[in-house]
Nanobody, 120 residues
Framework: VQLVESGGGLVQPGGSLRLSCAAS????????MSWYRQAPGKERELVAA????????HYADSVKGRFTISRDNTKNSVYLQMNSLKPEDTAVYYC??????????????WGQGTQVTVSS
């Protein structure tokens, strides 16, 4: 599975961005998908996750009520809608896939990351 993120950029505080992650392969709908972020000097942290069927989601407390994760299994894509952005949301955002695919081993994949900068 290859993951390619897009949609990052510079936005003012209070603004919105929508991140997209496009996945290759035919087993996308078997993977749980997540968005992580890593700010300079900080550890990578989980932002949001969505079940393979899209019927269950999880959010970090810091983004609850502001961010929404969604997926479209027909397009092999996962999205992160980010509203009411704050300077502390500034980070590189990574797409993550976790699952078994067609095999027996739990496998994890990462995208290359997309920079989100919230600044006036």
């Amino acid at each position: 599975v290859q993951l390619v993120e897009s949609g990052g950029g510079l936005v003012q505080p209070g603004g919105s961005l929508r991140l997209s992650c496009a996945a290759s392969g035919s087993t996308f709908n078997t993977y749980a998908m997540s968005w992580y972020r890593q700010a300079p000097g900080k550890e990578r942290e989980l932002v949001a996750a969505i079940h393979s069927a899209g019927d269950s989601t999880h959010y970090a407390d810091s983004v609850k009520g502001r961010f929404t994760i969604s997926r479209d299994n027909t397009k092999n894509s996962v999205y992160l809608q980010m509203n009411s952005l704050k300077p502390e949301d500034t980070a590189v955002y990574y797409c993550n896939a976790l699952g078994y695919g067609l095999g027996l081993a739990l496998t994890e994949y990462w995208g290359q990351g997309t920079q989100v900068t919230v600044s006036s």
